[in-house]
């Protein structure tokens, strides 16, 4: 089958690899019908996360059908339709038990690696590193589904790929990182990075009832699609992040902040993004904070810190006393996807969104190595690819 | 000099890169060791200069390396690819007796700078491309059935989970 392969930073291609075989008697082999690049593979693309190996398939979000069982999987059947969460979950440890399926106690089969790099494993994911198992991704034409049976979202007749294929991560991101800002109709909820999780977040917090959404971006086609998702937008390129906020807040900062950038925030528009690509560069730092430290500045004291970005390793110059001493709320964590998509697909069902409106460029496989580039640089209006295998 | 051939974006990013390690890797060997650079070249009055240019090759270096657009420091590296090529050239005088030296750094120098113009140039053409494309309008694209301000808390029913919920005493102050 061909698939997109890592073979190193920013290099990836389009090979031809062996076909995926059920392994465990829970897993299922889906036929890849949509498949996407989300804005953590391109951490991966840009050699940020520790754990990559020559001919690792990319790739967390994707959908199709079932092609094969295994023989003891009774939930599934050939032919159903199906999108899968990027989590690989067991549904039956304690973690899954409590709906806390991002940290599965099981599905890591690399669990002595990531138990020293994190303390504790967290749960196997699709194409994203062998610190999470090192599980074959989706950006293929066929995928090998572990516990199947627990984690497929089976989807019913009447909706197409491109308005559920996002269930299997971006939308539930965008919308955990708003639940756990447990927004009061008073809220401003200010949102940096205005990308897919950023834009899913600001319509997460919109149907929530904030009373306003701040976007934060300089790209303006995100901005547009900011504004249009009802966000007051700042272009930090234009003016200053922390005065637009106060002025938007009478002087007293968001309630709730959700960092919808990550590790990889723009580099070069502030001093401290600077200081850290420099640190970077020379490997004496993994990450860059600059919306972390921004956040805990700017956000009115006792507020809450969302943070759906994705993190890899250690930072630097955290300003822990404003977090301390304002007594705010961090909540972190990969998205507990299967918590949320039964909501989610039936607001979807009931026409309350629809989320193929981030979809900006529709590929085949082969043209994904170069979409990678595309969409990491922002250019020709790229917010979100879909490829069709 | 010219640019012979444009080559693609990832290209130049990947000649800027090599060109920033290169910068850090000489900056290092002046600073580690400028008396034995001047020796060589027959220049044993310059080791404090040289130690300087060290310094300056490991800024422009590190620049290359962090800066998101590298262009301005590839041109920086032009610069002191002149002032190199000044400073070497005071060493050509018939009285050195490491000319041969010298003009293998010269030769050297110049190799680096062409190579320097070389990706600045290529790098600017990208940027330059790529700004050319048209904006893409995504102003319509909100997602909702209904306009922004209709669909504001159409989520009301949905039930926050216990262990995400805001504890009681951080709540606001119900309205009077």
Redesign the interface.
């Known amino acids: 089958m061909r698939a997109l392969v890592w073979h190193g930073k920013h290099d990836i291609r389009c090979d031809t690899v062996p076909d995926p075989a059920i392994e465990q008697p829970r897993d299922a082999i889906v036929k890849v019908t949509a498949c996407a690049i989300c804005g953590s593979d391109l951490h991966l693309y840009d050699g940020f996360m520790p754990g990559m190996k020559n001919g690792d398939i990319m790739g967390h979000e994707f959908m199709g059908e079932v092609v094969e069982v295994g023989s003891e999987n009774h939930r599934l059947k050939k032919g159903d339709r199906v999108v899968v969460p990027f989590t690989i979950i067991c549904g039956e440890c304690d973690q899954c038990k409590r709906g806390y399926f991002s940290v599965c106690e099981r599905s890591n089969r690399n669990k002595e690696m990531a138990d020293k790099v994190f303390g504790h494993a967290t749960a196997g994911l699709f194409g994203y590193t062998h610190l999470t198992g090192g599980y074959p991704g989706g950006q293929a034409e066929y995928v090998r589904v572990p516990c199947a049976d627990a984690s497929a979202v089976k989807i019913p007749d009447g909706l197409t790929d491109e308005q559920v294929l996002f269930l299997g991560d971006i939308f539930p991101t965008g919308w955990q990182a708003a639940v756990q800002c447990d927004i009061e109709p008073t809220d401003t909820v200010a949102i940096w990075g205005a990308g897919p999780v950023g834009q899913f977040a600001i319509r997460s917090a919109v149907l929530l009832g904030a009373k306003q959404v701040v976007a934060i971006d300089h790209v303006p086609e995100r901005l547009d699609m900011a504004r249009a998702g009802g966000a007051i937008t700042i272009n930090f390129d234009e003016e200053s992040v922390l005065e637009r906020l106060k002025e938007l807040t009478h002087g007293k900062g968001p309630e709730k902040c959700i960092d919808a950038v990550g590790l990889e925030a723009h580099a070069t528009r502030s001093i401290d993004s600077l200081y850290d690509r420099a640190k970077q560069a020379v490997m004496l730092e993994t990450d860059r904070p600059h919306v972390l430290r921004e956040m805990m500045y700017v956000c009115r004291p006792a507020g809450t810190l969302s943070v759906p970005g994705v993190y890899g390793g250690l930072l630097d110059k955290i300003p822990f006393g404003a977090f301390m001493n304002k007594g705010l709320t961090m909540r972190t964590g990969q998205t507990h996807v299967n918590r949320w998509t039964d909501d989610l697909l039936r607001r979807i069902q009931e026409g309350q969104i629809d989320p193929s409106f981030v979809i900006t460029h529709r590929v085949g496989l082969e043209e994904g190595p170069g979409m990678y580039k595309t969409f990491r640089d922002k250019q020709d209006g790229c917010i979100k690819v879909v490829l069709r295998p | 000099m010219t640019c012979a051939a444009p080559i693609s ?2 290209s130049a990013e ?1 000649l800027a890169r090599g060109l ?1 390690w290169f910068s850090i890797a000489l900056g290092a060997l002046e600073l580690a060791a400028p008396r034995t650079l001047a020796d060589t070249l027959g220049m044993k009055d310059r080791e404090h200069l040289i130690a300087g240019y060290g310094a300056r090759e490991i800024a422009t270096g ?1 620049g290359i ?5 590298p262009a301005p420091w590839i041109w920086a590296r032009v610069g002191g690819d002149v002032l190199d090529f000044g400073t070497l050239a005071a060493g050509l005088s018939t009285e050195n007796p490491r000319r041969g030296s010298v003009f293998v750094a010269l030769a050297t120098v110049m190799t680096v700078a062409g190579l320097d113009v070389f990706c600045a140039q290529s790098l600017a053409m990208n940027r330059r491309v ?1 700004g050319q ?1 048209p ?11 209904q306009p ?2 209709a ?6 029913d ?1 039930d ?2 216990r ?4 504890p009681d005493a ?3 102050y119900p309205p009077n």
Not at chain 2, 151 to 156: E, L
Not at chain 2, 163 to 166: E, H, I, L, N, P
Request: proline share 10%.
């Open positions: 974006a990832g990947t920033g590190v390396l962090a800066a998101s657009d790529a494309r904006r893409q309008d995504y102003s319509r694209r909100s997602g909702w059935p922004p301000a669909m504001r808390g159409a989520a009301r949905f926050v989970p262990d995400m919920r805001t951080l709540r606001p």
